[in-house]
């Protein structure tokens, strides 16, 4: 209102000048987006991409104050002038990047002695329906592990570990899907322990910290933005490929009957069944002839685009709608996200809606309150599982089912006059028809999450404040699963259905009170905090099945054939913590940094429940003392902490467990065992300590900067179960031992190659690399499992194939591969390296970002080819070999030997105790199919290197001109071209291999998808 | 205005605060789903969930050579043995809770009795699978002061500790029979609770360890001790017939179905195929139980001439899987009987400790010469009767059967000693665990069939190998066992004490 107050009279009185001005920096590069204001007004304009700038000057105001970031503030007297080049000056302390640390306190980067990076780059674009995916390659030491499946989040290691995520200075109590990235301001990441400490336990191993939007800073005082994407999701990155020669069955030989084992080999079947060559065979939508007896039909590869035909495009919608205002006695914003997903897999579908309504007041200059609430609410009704087995896709149609049928034949999937009762499919016993379980195999989830937070601050004197901040999030889960009559399962081969209920229920709860002080003595400077944290967290959970259904179609618990098995959980803890942290700070150049915190742990026993751990950072802004040429910027900080921790909840208690009951002949019994790890009163918390050193550094007029890291994190002693040998009755105890070291490096470069009046390209890119050693086990242990002390823990052990010194491989009198007796290391799980790299390129006003990432290095089992070569239809099993199998010749022979006499003595850890074996080559042919399965078909043939790299985002924006949207009421607008994931370079694209870390194995997963779209953002 | 504003605000919070917080720490540290003290009923029906080796048709029956799977995905017979699946010290573990808990309750003898002989029962499972186990420092993980790593025992001090607690459970047994009144033993799904029936089976499966140690007859005295148990029935009562049997019985209930039945025969069908060491004995006796166990192979059969044994064709065990399937699929192979195995998902009961089994051991002891005055032809034949009474083979059949020149009890010789374990292991037909192929050890009879789908070198082994874990855990003490058994080697086919 006021704002168009000011526009009338301007307008009407006319009693001003019109100033054009250009705002350039010292190298005369123009100045987007510096402000421009009016002394002792409120008017204020904001320079366009070439730094011009209009402004009204009235009489008697001649001088405008022009500011930017990282540059000093220059007073400028528009009198007799009306158009000026304006050169600002680069402020050398501006550097002074002010970054969130821990418990949300603001610091400004250069005093810090512990490494921080802040995720740059624009999240509400190429987006993704999990907001932490964004953050992939964009932070060196993060590794963000995205899923392949469908609503599900990525798994973050920060140095090798989990991270806690951090809202607002509090510690994430729902889960990530509720983080719309339209209300994040920032993301800073607490890279370890020395970043965390004051997060207590759980920050451990670092954090990455969201703040959320606040208010605005538009300078009318009010902003409504609004932002819409549309991105379709389609064109597999990674999809298993499958030979289309040959149809189900074994050794060639296939007939339906009814499949369910009445034909040869039509229930359960392989892929090693008759070529596809027309000839006339009985499948499962034979013609019936005037006996009843299915009449054969020509066998042909009617499917072999099955899976293509039946995945479906994915829709990615969101929207956000934003209304914030500034004014003079605080703020408030309030924003709704809408995001629909439609997903690849048929009949999937996620809604999420996010409310997020915060608000400052200012109730004095000195006493504040903020208070902000969150709303959510994800309901997806089909959530398609992946796991390997008969509930899968890929186990349906990529691995076990064929070709010779086509899905879309399928797609009215109930048999005529069993509705309701009997699918129709290609086999009757272990597979199920894909749209069957698309449209009847329902699993749903509904996810309602709630978020208050409050924060009163209060400055009590110039030099002491106090706040105290409370939060609580509440999240509510049901999930439900309706499994049809005639869909079959590992376990449920009745084939009659069954229904499921889960509900869980999560209550966090986290309060702080804060007393800072602040003051400065000459050159010195202090800044204290000393605090209390309660913390209580409760968890229910509640499950019941059926087992099998009366009523097809009632999905309703009291639908049970025999009663129902209900399983119930509780669980409750809290934590009590007193923390204090000192800064001292000599002049710009020397800061020193100490916490302590001592926390108190229901769930530890009574006896050590609390304990203390401190950290220590010491940083040196070189730059300020020493004088080197081209160096604009040169610290060095190097800082020690340790972090205690808690063990998980009752795992340290003896007790009965009971197993479910059972029935035997009617009559119900109810076991109970002992817990087979005996508890501790003598458990100390776990502590994790961490050291690092750290160099930063921005060079020729801060066209190019570094930050290089190098830590080792002590993870230990931690608590564990120490192993007994089986034979005491026990598993073992818990302890506190095994410690391990994880040695790493982080290197961040930025650079701008180029930068020229309408040509700036920046870069940044993000490497680091890790490696975990066991060091100490307990006592006089010197492993932990296979592992030795000094070797690194992600070894990676398996049963490999027996072969001769010379490493050719034995097969036995029956020619198929032996197998050793004992396991052997063939690498390691993690990879050697991560990295990120972003470039943004910006020419006036189109923008052009593009970002590559991927990690080198790791080994990992590749489970689908695996299962695809045992099943026959991995493409590489079309040999000509396999011609002769159908024939039923045997032509493949090995390419190994055989142990003609002598033998090899092993103690039972495979050291060789003596070896007297000869050999002769291998003669012996075999079915290439048995050739497939026990050698292609087995862990040791299928260890694949976890190298990969994507192309992870890409976007093109054109923004609209100002002078473009002047006569209308938008503010700002501005078109982006988006693209996520659109090339994924891996040796084997059968497998996506972005969502492992350290896995070993591989489960089942969804094809993975490009993701192309639109995006368009206003501000009015 | 602004202090009071201030305060005001903070009070607010703080009450907030306090609305979810401090519940006294000792009230959160026990776990509310977890017991800390259960009834010895709860923990004996854990317990008795793990007695036994697999089911029928399981791998042991495999192992046993009464049917071969010809998918080599779901598994194959080629006797390429690794590790004992499991270490029962779990199990014992159980034991010795269930005889805590039982402390000071009025039935705490019969649980107590109980006890003794599981714990017998599961050393023995232990022992003659893999040779030394620990037994005199086991189980003491939570004892003061505490052995976490045990030491192993010889097999002999084993097996003399397994016949004491047999003895010390017979003889609390009848103590706690003694005590009219008292409250029953639950959660037993093998006896509900009848001591009297506990007790014939505690001594039946004592006559079982004390046959399988028949090669130490001189050493331990064996054919004393079998001796004893059989002439005194007061005192030692052993198992009347059948109804008397250990058996688990199935029903179409969760985790309790028959391992074949109408929801996996589209799995199992033209995979499982009957055993030719077991089913050619049957066929070359002419055996009633034939037609009631397999179905004749559909490529061979002659709807006229439904009993010719011709279409009765079993696999080898050692046959290679390949060409086995092929042959299945062109029907050349009887499968286990359909309307019996695979209509219902009851199956037949699985019998762990039998009337039969008994008759046969005690028959064995008596051609051996250890029983002073008994008759081996009676016991052989209650033995052959029980079985065919478990299939409910006509009487006609029966008598015929018996009378069958192979049949007929040859005399206290050797032959007459074939003629019992090969009856002993027809009758042990998917039943016992593992019992037919320890006997086969024991005595090789009869011919475990081998071929090219060995993998052991052509032999059948003689045990499994230690647990690695024990090698990660224990490392001293199982190497110390290795090398006083077997030189050092952890072999497969290496003689353990028992069978020297």
Not at chain 1, 842 to 850: A, E, G, M, P, R
Not at chain 1, 897 to 922: C, E, K
Request: hydrophobic letters at 35%.
């Amino acid at each position: 209102m006021n704002l168009l107050l000011m526009l009338t009279t301007s307008l009407i009185f006319a009693q001003t000048t019109l100033f054009k001005g250009n705002v350039v920096d010292e190298q005369k590069l123009s100045l987007p987006g510096a402000t421009v204001l009016v002394k002792g007004k409120t008017t204020s304009v904001v320079t366009d991409i070439d730094g011009n700038f209009e402004i009204q000057i009235p009489k008697g105001n001649e001088i405008i104050t022009i500011s930017y970031i990282g540059f000093n503030s220059v007073d400028f007297n528009t009198s007799k002038l009306k158009t000026a080049v304006i050169v600002l000056k680069s402020n050398s302390e501006n550097l002074e990047e002010v970054v969130i640390t821990a418990l949300g306190i603001k610091k400004e980067k250069k005093r810090l002695g512990y490494s921080v990076q802040e995720v740059k780059g624009d999240l509400t674009k190429s987006r993704d329906p999990n907001v932490m995916n964004s953050l992939s390659g964009k932070v060196s030491g993060l590794i963000v592990a995205s899923s392949a499946e469908f609503f599900t989040a990525p798994k973050l290691y920060l140095r090798g570990k989990q991270p806690l995520i951090v809202v607002d200075g509090v510690p994430l109590g729902t889960d990530t899907y509720n983080i719309s990235p339209d209300d994040i301001e920032s993301i800073n990441v607490l890279k370890g322990a020395n970043a965390a400490a004051l997060y207590g336990s759980d920050g451990g191993n670092g954090a990455v910290q969201i703040t959320t939007k606040r208010g605005t800073k538009d300078s009318r005082g009010f902003v409504v933005e609004f932002n819409q994407n549309t991105i379709f999701q389609g064109g597999f990155n990674a999809v298993p490929k499958t030979q289309n020669s040959y149809g189900p069955g074994s050794y060639g030989n296939y007939a339906f009957k009814d499949g369910k084992g009445g034909g040869i080999n039509d229930a359960d079947y392989d892929q090693w069944g008759p070529k596809f060559d027309g000839q006339l065979i009985t499948q499962y939508d034979s013609p019936l002839d005037a006996n009843g007896n299915l009449i054969p039909k020509p066998w042909l590869a009617r499917g072999a685009n099955n899976f293509n035909n039946f995945m479906e495009t994915g829709i990615l919608e969101t929207s956000n709608l934003a209304i914030a205002s500034q004014f003079d006695k605080g703020n408030v914003r309030f924003s709704m996200s809408h995001t629909y997903q439609k997903g690849i897999n048929p009949n999937t579908k996620l809604n999420i809606y996010n409310f997020n309504l915060s608000s400052k007041y200012n109730f004095s200059e000195k006493t504040s309150i903020d208070a902000s609430a969150n709303f959510n609410f994800q309901t997806s009704p089909n959530n398609p599982n992946v796991a390997y087995g008969p509930n899968s896709y890929i186990y349906n149609m990529l691995i076990w089912g064929g070709a010779d049928y086509d899905v879309r034949d399928l797609r009215n999937y109930w048999q005529e006059g069993k509705e309701g009762i009997q699918q129709k499919n290609f086999e009757y016993t272990r597979y199920n028809n894909p749209y069957f379980m698309a449209y009847e195999w329902l699993k749903g989830v509904q996810t309602n999450g709630y978020t208050g937070q409050v924060t009163l601050k209060h400055e009590i004197t110039d030099n002491f404040d106090a706040s105290v901040r409370t939060n609580a999030a509440l999240e509510n889960e049901f999930r439900n699963e309706k499994f049809p009559y005639s869909m079959t399962t590992y376990g449920r081969e009745k084939a009659q259905g069954d229904y499921k209920e889960w509900y869980n229920y999560k209550l966090k709860s986290y309060t702080d009170f804060m007393l800072n002080y602040d003051n400065t003595f000459g050159d010195f400077e202090i800044r204290s905090t000393l605090g209390a944290n309660i913390n209580i967290q409760k968890n229910r959970n509640l499950y019941a099945t059926t087992d099998y259904l009366i009523v097809p179609g009632l999905y309703t618990l009291s639908n049970t054939q025999t009663p129902v098995q209900p399983s119930s959980y509780r669980s409750h803890y809290e934590t009590y913590g007193y923390y204090a942290s000192t800064d001292f700070s000599y002049k710009s150049f020397l800061f020193l940094g100490a916490t302590g915190r001592i926390d108190k742990d229901s769930r530890l026993p009574e006896k050590n429940n609390s304990f203390f751990y401190p950290s220590v950072s010491l940083s040196a802004v070189l730059s300020e003392v020493l004088n080197i040429p081209s160096v604009d910027f040169l610290k060095v900080r190097g800082s020690f902490a340790k972090v205690g921790s808690s063990l998980d909840i009752y795992s340290n208690l003896n007790t009965y467990a009971l197993n479910s009951p059972f029935a035997v002949n009617g009559a119900t019994y109810n076991p109970a065992y002992v817990n087979s790890v005996l508890s501790n009163e003598n458990l100390k918390p776990a502590f994790n300590s961490s050291t690092e050193f750290g160099l930063e550094t921005q060079l020729f007029h801060n066209k190019l900067g570094f930050d290089l890291t190098y830590y080792e994190n002590k993870n230990g002693p931690q608590i564990f179960d120490l192993k007994y040998s089986v034979a005491s009755g026990y598993d073992g105890k818990k302890q506190n031992g095994i410690t391990t070291k994880t040695k790493g490096w982080e290197l961040a470069v930025t650079a701008t190659p180029v930068k020229t009046k309408d040509f700036r390209w920046n870069v940044r890119l993000n490497w680091s690399a890790y490696k975990e050693y066991l060091e100490e086990v307990y006592g006089d242990i010197t492993n932990n499992g296979q592992i030795k002390i000094g070797d690194r823990v992600d070894a990676y052990y398996i049963t490999d194939f027996m072969r001769t010194q010379e490493g050719q491989l034995i097969v036995g009198s029956d020619g198929k591969p032996l197998k050793n007796a004992y396991q052997t290391r063939i690498g390691y799980a993690a990879p050697k390296w991560s990295a990120g790299l972003a470039n943004n390129i910006i020419y006036k006003n189109f923008s052009l970002d593009f970002s590559l990432d991927g990690r080198y290095g790791g080994k990992i089992e590749d489970y689908v080819a695996r299962k695809m070569w045992q099943s026959g239809r991995q493409v590489g099993t079309d040999t000509p070999e396999r011609a002769n199998d159908v024939q039923g010749i045997k032509s493949y022979v090995a390419d190994a030997v055989v142990v003609t006499g002598g033998v090899l003595t092993t103690d039972g850890q495979g050291n060789v105790l003596s070896d007297t074996r000869t050999f002769a080559p291998n003669a012996t042919k075999i079915f290439y199919q048995d050739y497939s399965k026990s050698y292609n078909g087995q862990s040791a043939a299928n260890i694949i290197d976890k190298t990969f790299f994507k192309l992870r985002e890409v976007n093109l924006t054109y923004t609209f001109p100002k002078k473009v949207l002047t006569k209308t009421f938008i503010n700002n607008a501005s078109i982006s071209l988006i693209g996520r994931n659109l090339i994924y370079f891996a040796k084997h694209k059968d497998i996506d291999l972005d969502q492992f870390n350290d896995e070993k194995g591989s489960p089942l997963q969804t094809p993975t998808v490009k993701s192309y779209g639109l995006n368009i953002n206003l501000k009015f | 205005m602004k202090t009071y504003n201030f305060k005001k605000g903070l009070t607010l919070l703080m009450a907030s605060v306090l609305l979810f917080s401090c519940t006294p720490f000792d009230s959160l540290t026990d776990d509310p789903n977890k017991a800390t003290s259960v009834p010895p009923s709860m923990l004996l029906s854990e317990v008795l969930n793990n007695v036994g080796d697999g089911g029928p048709w399981s791998s042991a029956q495999r192992d046993n050579q009464f049917w071969v799977i010809s998918f080599d995905y779901y598994g194959n017979q080629d006797y390429n043995w690794g590790a004992i699946n499991s270490y029962k010290y779990n199990t014992l573990a159980n034991v010795v809770a269930m005889e805590k808990e039982a402390q000071g309750l009025d039935n705490q003898d019969k649980y107590e009795a109980l006890g003794k002989f599981f714990k017998a029962y599961f050393y023995d499972y232990m022992t003659k699978r893999v040779g030394d186990i620990p037994l005199s420092e086991s189980l003491k993980a939570d004892a003061s002061p505490a052995i976490t790593k045990p030491k192993y025992d010889s097999q002999k001090e084993v097996y003399l500790a397994i016949l004491d607690l047999l003895e010390a459970a017979n003889d609390q047994i009848t103590k706690a029979k003694a005590k009219v009144g008292n409250s029953a033993i639950l959660g037993d799904f093998f006896f509900n609770g009848d001591l009297d029936k506990w007790q014939r089976t505690i001594n039946s499966f004592h006559l079982r360890v004390l046959i399988n140690l028949s090669k130490k007859n001189t050493e331990l005295g064996i054919a004393s001790k079998f001796n004893t148990i059989i002439s005194n029935p007061a005192k030692y009562p052993l198992l009347r017939g059948i109804e008397d049997n250990m058996v688990r019985h199935f029903a179409d209930e969760q985790g309790n179905r028959y391992s074949l039945n109408p929801s996996n025969y589209g799995f199992n069908r033209n995979r499982n195929i009957m055993g030719a060491t077991y089913l050619n004995l049957l066929k070359n006796n002419n055996d009633p139980r034939i037609y009631i166990v397999a179905d004749p192979a559909p490529f061979y059969f002659k709807a006229n001439d439904p009993k010719n044994l011709n279409a009765y064709v079993a696999a080898n065990t050692g046959d290679d899987q390949g060409q086995m399937q092929t042959d299945s699929d062109a029907g050349k192979y009887s499968y286990p009987n359909e309307s019996r195995y695979y209509s219902n998902f009851k199956g037949e009961p699985y019998i762990q400790i039998g009337y039969s089994e008994q008759e046969f051991t005690i028959a064995e002891a008596i051609n051996r010469g250890w029983v002073n005055g008994g008759n081996a032809e009676i016991h052989y034949l209650n033995a052959i009767k029980a079985s065919m009474a478990f299939y409910a083979v006509a009487q006609d059949d029966i008598d015929s059967f018996l009378l069958k020149p192979n049949v007929t009890y040859k005399g206290n010789t050797t032959a007459g000693l074939n003629q019992i374990l090969t009856q002993k292991y027809i009758a042990f037909f998917n039943n016992s665990g593992r019992e037919s192929y320890f006997n086969y050890r024991r005595t090789g009879i009869p011919a475990f069939n081998v071929g090219p789908a060995n993998n052991n070198g052509g032999k059948i082994p003689n045990r499994w190998k230690y647990p690695v874990s024990e090698f990660e855990n224990n490392s001293s003490h199982v190497k110390a066992a290795l090398s006083s058994q077997f030189g050092g080697s952890d072999d497969i086919n290496a003689a353990m004490w028992m069978i020297k």
